[in-house]
């Protein structure tokens, strides 16, 4: 049994293909662990996950940046996100947010399943199509949801391998605060060589 490695994009997994000499491919396939670049998105995510996502796999890991509600995680930080929410999947009624399950129709909230010990501080997300960038938005999602992250993948992975009965994680970097856009303020490259530093100690233990 093998672990997946999972990203949106190559280039925040850029020194983990550098240190495990990987091959410039959406696809991987390595000795111990096979890595998947899905695309930006949870559309992107699930298509790539459907082709590529089957019971050969024991552990699906979550790599990615991420943007922080809560201003006291500095940027750079690694963490855990444990439990992820598609945030905008249901309804408008007026100034009511009805989800899926208020409608209905299914989940929309989604945990990790790993028994694995990680030693990163542990957090709750959130998964968008729209990546937050209002006072209004902000503030309408924390009063909803609480979430500490936001990112535009995390509980598609989640989603799909509750489907296959295949433990998840999903271990986010973050690179810039929910606020009105300002490249300004991110810190992206920060970001992914905390990321990076962590994926590739966490891989080579399975080496």
């Not at 997994?13 to 240190?19: E, S």
Request: proline share 2%; with cysteine; aromatic share 10%.
């Amino acid at each position: 049994m093998k672990t997946l490695v999972v990203a949106a994009t190559k280039a925040e997994l850029t020194f983990l293909y550098q240190h495990f000499n990987l091959p410039d491919t959406d696809f991987v396939e390595s000795k111990n662990f096979d890595l998947l670049i899905t695309g930006v998105g949870m559309v992107a995510t699930a298509f790539a996950l459907g082709r590529y996502l089957s019971s050969k796999y024991s552990l699906v890991v979550n790599l990615g940046i991420a943007g922080s509600f809560d201003r006291d995680i500095a940027l750079g930080t690694v963490l855990n996100i444990t439990e992820d929410t598609f945030a905008e999947l249901g309804a408008e009624n007026e100034d009511e947010f009805l989800t899926i399950v208020d409608l209905g129709f299914g989940e929309n909230h989604y945990t990790s399943t790993t028994a694995e010990n990680i030693n990163l501080p542990t957090v709750s997300g959130i998964t968008v199509n729209c990546v937050t960038g209002s006072e209004k938005s902000i503030k309408n999602l924390i009063n909803r949801l609480n979430p500490t992250t936001e990112s535009m993948e995390g509980a598609a992975v989640f989603y799909a391998c509750k489907q296959l009965n295949i433990k998840s994680l999903q271990i986010r970097s973050i690179s810039n605060y929910v606020e009105p856009r300002n490249k300004d303020n991110w810190k992206i490259g920060l970001a992914i060589k905390n990321l990076n530093d962590w994926a590739i100690a966490f891989i080579g233990e399975m080496n």
